[in-house]
């Protein structure tokens, strides 16, 4: 068999195989894989800061990806937080999960496909109803803050949707977030 008969095929497949690549790659400009898309926005918007629960690690506190997106952890036991001042009005607590200020104490939710417990049962158009309204499932009570969905509401439908689609596609861990305290004596 001559030389070129194989070299050109090869070539061929290889050009196909890079024009396939580099179409998929910017997950960042297309839409064609929406669980790309959303891990993307995700990971860029910051949902891991709040929705994923820090511990100390050798660089410094990080999120904890062992415990990806499963919100503020059931077990943690926190002593009440400091009263709030005009001048400092919100505290953190160390897993960046717990949030007191003058809401009361909100903790963030569990983002995984958990049915019991995080979004496994909620349907894409109930996902964007409630970062578009700011209500729990676009119909129940106000989301607290200091969740930024006004800045998530900004994202279009598309997007909205592949950031929910990714979420769908990670672990479900069963964490049951407990509910906001409310404001006490404030
Ligand atoms: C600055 C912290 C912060 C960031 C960043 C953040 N969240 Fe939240 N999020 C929260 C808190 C706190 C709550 C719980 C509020 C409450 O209980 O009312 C929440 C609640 C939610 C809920 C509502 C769940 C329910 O049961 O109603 C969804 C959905 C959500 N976040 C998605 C996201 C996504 C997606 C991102 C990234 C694009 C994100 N959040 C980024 C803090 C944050």
Redesign the pocket.
Known sequence: MNATRIVLPALTILAIAATVAFTQTPAATGTKDPIARGRY??TA???N???TPWTMTAQGPAPDMTRMLSGHPADAKLPDPPAGSEAWPVSVNTTNTA?SGPWGI????N?TPSKAHG?GAWTADE?LA??RTGR??GR??????????PM?SQLTDDDLRA?FAF?QSIPAIDNHVPE?TPPQGR
């Open positions: 926005l995700v918007m910051g949902c800061d709040c929705h949030w909100s903790y963030t939710a983002l979004l996902f409630a970062l729990h499932q129940g009570r106000q989301i607290l803050p200091p969740m930024p969905w998530i950031v979420l906001p």
